[in-house]
């Protein structure tokens, strides 16, 4: 495995499962089959709705000796309705009784999205915050009171751009320790990585592979493209004897970014685990890197829509 290590000297594994959008019933023999495998770095969070399956797992393997607790990396989320600062220390505790741990290894906030506590998916105007109303440096605040109290080791945010981690940085003095975004060769996020590299956090890449088949909102009648048809990383593939997605997910290791891709299917997981031992040369990262469109999977309309305060400004900054 690789691994980054952070100014503590903890070390996250590069690799690890995503588990959004796996089902109940199929997570807690998914999570069983990936321990078994090596895999040590799970990424769940409150809104996937699936964290007692997850929690239920762990408990298994835990008590088959599969593995300890402090051999793994577990990260959840704080979702969008827990931003005002007292509210981060009840949603982290119902996360961990979920999980049925004790701490997080990274708890991140999920989206710079606040609504009030009630709703979980607002469907009116009403039901939101304004953006500013529940600053992004009040809810940082009580992420960072939450790593005080030992609930999370470490603390960071999710689909944030630089300017909002510049504001918490800026109304904290702290600065987060990871920042998860949608990353793969059509959305390389170059700005920020340099971003990352130069303030002193890391970057998690979730969609690695891309859409996996999934149409956003936005686009529900605009194909989306599929980067395992894609030419460029098709020959990359044939010339390394790897695979298309494990082609994706080397790029983003060897540019220093952790991938989390999801799969609850055992001979896909051990595909992906297996890219650890894949070696692009320069030539082919560059041709990689030509490829980026600024393309998203994950468009964000679905935060601007039913009376929502928010625009794609406000959430991605362009």
């Not at 992420?143 to 005080?148: E, F, G, L, S, V």
Request: aromatic share 10%; charged share 25%; with cysteine.
């Amino acid at each position: 495995m690789k691994y980054l290590t952070f100014k503590n000297g903890d070390k996250i594994p590069m690799l690890g499962l995503g588990t959004w959008k796996a089902e109940k019933g199929q997570v807690h023999d998914a999570i069983i089959n990936a321990l078994k495998m090596g895999y040590r770095h799970f990424d769940c969070a409150h809104i996937y709705q699936n964290e007692e399956e997850i929690g239920q797992a762990f408990q298994t393997a835990f008590d088959q000796g599969l593995v300890k607790r402090e051999d793994l990396w577990i990260t959840s989320k704080l979702w969008n309705n827990s931003h005002n600062k007292e509210e981060v220390e009840p949603a982290i505790r119902r996360t961990l009784e979920n999980l049925q741990l004790n701490y997080l290894d990274l708890y991140l906030v999920h989206w710079p999205i606040a609504y009030k506590n009630d709703f979980e998916n607002p469907q009116h105007r009403d039901e939101y915050y304004t953006p500013g109303e529940v600053s992004l440096g009040e809810t940082w605040s009580g992420m960072i009171q939450a790593k005080r109290d030992g609930l999370a080791k470490h603390i960071g945010v999710s689909n944030f751009n630089i300017h909002q981690i510049k504001q918490i940085i800026d109304e904290t003095q702290e600065i987060p320790e990871m920042n998860q975004i949608e990353s793969h060769p059509y959305l390389r996020q170059e700005e920020l990585k340099e971003h990352a590299d130069s303030t002193g956090y890391f970057l998690t890449a979730y969609k690695p592979i891309g859409s996996g088949g999934r149409v956003t909102h936005a686009m529900e009648n605009k194909k989306l493209p599929n980067l395992f048809e894609n030419e460029v990383i098709q020959k990359i593939a044939r010339d390394s004897d790897a695979t298309e997605a494990q082609v994706l997910l080397a790029w983003q290791l060897q540019r220093g970014i952790i991938v989390i891709p999801k799969s609850v299917h055992k001979d896909r997981q051990q595909e992906n685990l297996n890219a650890i031992n894949i070696h692009l040369n320069d030539d082919q990262m560059q041709e990689i890197n030509a490829l980026d469109e600024h393309l998203r999977f994950v468009d964000g309309i679905a935060f601007t829509e039913n009376g929502s305060p928010y625009n794609l400004h406000d959430i991605w900054g362009e």
